[in-house]
């Protein structure tokens, strides 16, 4: 690939806009701080047998 060729577009199911990008971006790092406040959250439900 030379420096004149640009790489190939990504599907359409990969396009997202950077207000998408940064929605999903906010919304995990407050999950992730969200588990360091509250540790239960970390650990699955348990099923019943």
């Not at 004149?4 to 929605?23: G, M, V």
């Not at 790092?29 to 099923?47: E, G, I, T, V």
């Amino acid at each position: 690939m030379n420096a004149t060729s640009r790489p190939k577009p990504y599907p359409q199911q990969f396009a997202f806009s950077l207000h998408k990008i940064a929605t999903r971006v906010t919304h995990n790092l407050r999950l992730a701080d969200a588990k360091k406040h509250f540790p239960a959250a970390k650990q699955p439900f348990r099923k019943a047998a």
